[in-house]
Antibody, heavy 125, light 106 residues
């Protein structure tokens, strides 16, 4: 069974830093691309960042570019999100998400196949 | 970024009803469209990917269709456990974006 367990959330002051971790189990972690997706209280879903299985490709939402850094340690089956310069609008539940993919007419269609339970980050002044 | 717009934002229906939720992309995204279900206090769950492929374990009353800019999620015969918020999401490019969600009450 695929399991994703986030940790590292909590209360942080505006402008502060926090590092989230996500431990994966029940699958070959090093073979899958991973993402962070967040959800502000009472709001919808927002994709935050993507990292490919080998770490060579990384992408970020414009709202976090230059402040957040995604990384992974395949030897430890762990995904990270380093968050610096935190703002009020970064307050959210952060989900660790494993990619799925299928081929449609020769092109890969990616989707968010497995989700962790999330960790809450609260930015306060 | 590709804007995704869902309609309606909320709806109320009864057990056994057929329900359709629409998702529209600002530009053509072929069939790079996925649907998720989220119940209160839970993480989202993948329902359908590539516009029409049912994820393993998802009941067959859920179906998806569409391509280009217009997509639909249909629940053929509503069950009480289908009460949730539903999101569409495009994976046409890596600036993944979601629709704003459709809250379904039963």
């Amino acid at each position: 069974e695929v399991q994703l367990m986030e940790s590292g959330g909590g209360l942080v002051q505006r402008g502060g830093s926090l590092r989230l971790s996500c431990a994966g189990s029940g699958f070959t972690f090093s073979s899958y691309s991973m993402n962070w997706v967040r959800q502000a209280p009472g709001k919808g879903l927002e994709w935050v960042s993507y990292i490919c299985s080998s770490c060579s490709e990384k992408y970020y939402a414009d709202s976090v570019k230059g402040r957040f850094t995604i990384s992974r340690d395949n030897a430890k089956n762990t995904l990270y999100l380093q968050m610096n310069g935190l703002r009020d609008e970064d307050t959210a539940v952060y989900y660790c998400v494993r990619d799925g993919a299928t081929m449609v007419r020769g092109a890969p269609v990616r989707f968010f196949q497995h989700w962790g339970q999330g960790t809450l980050v609260t930015v306060s002044s | 970024d590709i804007q995704m717009t869902q309609s309606p934002s909320s709806l109320s229906a009864s057990v056994g009803d057929r329900v359709t939720i629409t998702c529209r992309a600002r530009q053509s995204i072929s069939t790079f469209l996925n649907w998720y279900q989220q119940k209160p206090g839970e993480a989202p769950k993948l329902l359908i990917y590539a516009a029409s492929t049912l994820e393993s374990g998802v009941p067959s009353r859920f179906s998806g269709s569409g391509s280009g800019t217009d997509f639909t999620l249909t629940i053929s015969s509503l069950q009480p456990e289908d009460s949730a918020t539903y999101y569409c999401q495009q994976s046409y490019n890596t600036a993944y974006t979601f629709g704003q969600g459709t809250k379904l009450e039963i």
